[in-house]
């Protein structure tokens, strides 16, 4: 290659670098961001997540005062049950088995 030749093409894969760099930090922070405001206007919070399969989960929420535990599988959700009992939020969630034992047993 020559040196002008070399040159855009330097030129063009910087350009290229820099843009994909710029998209993919706009789509973090965007996503950063409707979690947060998703979080926080709807009212619900997730207070615990556990696989139980490749592609299913059951998840604990708190919502309008209650706690419920939804089964998550490709293309639906189903309440699996519901309690009004406060759960106080665990940091890291991790704590999914003790909370859901303590549903079962109360």
């Not at 961001?33 to 604990?60: C, H, Y």
């Amino acid at each position: 290659m020559s040196g002008p030749i070399l040159s855009h093409a330097i030129q063009f894969l910087g350009v290229t670098f820099a843009l994909v760099a710029g998209i993919i930090l706009i789509a973090f922070i965007t996503k950063k961001m409707n979690l947060q405001k998703f979080a926080g206007k709807r009212g619900f919070t997730v207070v615990a997540s556990q696989s139980i399969g490749t592609r299913e989960k059951i998840i604990l929420v708190q919502f309008a005062g209650k706690n419920l535990l939804v089964g998550v599988v490709p293309g639906a959700i189903s309440l699996l049950g519901e309690t009004e009992n406060p759960i106080a939020i665990q940091k890291p969630a991790g704590r999914f088995q003790s909370i859901l034992q303590k549903e079962q047993a109360g």
